[in-house]
């Protein structure tokens, strides 16, 4: 399995930015799909998830209203949108895929995601 995430950049605040995350070797309509982030100094934290089929998504708090995840199955993608940036969004994001039987799952924990991708750097300056 192969997790390409790639759209980070420096952006002022106010603005926005998408990030992708092609997936290669695995059926990934079957693959629950998340980012995370990751701050300097600060643990890795969760950000969003969507579910196989995409019918299902769930934001961390400080996210939601801003950020929104979405995948397309025919591309074996994952996107997320962020508009609003914020200088505390600032951090290395990761998209992570994990096997699911059941369609609409989703899960907000590190440990439940096998597979990561490499990180892309997002830096807001205020």
């Known amino acids: 399995v192969q997790l390409q995430a790639s759209g980070g950049g420096l952006m002022q605040a106010g603005g926005s930015l998408r990030l992708s995350c092609a997936a290669s070797?695995?059926?990934?309509?079957?693959?629950?799909m998340g980012w995370f982030r990751q701050a300097p100094g600060k643990e890795r934290e969760f950000v969003a998830t969507?579910?196989?089929?995409?019918?299902?998504?769930y934001y961390a708090d400080s996210v939601e209203g801003r950020f929104t995840i979405s995948r397309d199955n025919t591309k074996n993608t994952v996107y997320l949108q962020m508009n609003s940036l914020k200088p505390e969004d600032t951090a290395v994001y990761y998209c992570?895929?994990?096997?699911?039987?059941?369609?609409?799952?989703?899960?907000?924990?590190?440990?439940?995601?096998?597979?990561w991708g490499q990180g892309t750097l997002v830096t807001v300056s205020s």
């Open positions: 070797g695995l059926t990934f309509s079957s693959y629950i």
């Open positions: 992570a895929a994990d096997y699911k039987s059941q369609p609409s799952a989703v899960s907000t924990s590190l440990l439940a995601y096998d597979n």
């Open positions: 969507i579910s196989r089929t995409g019918d299902t998504t």
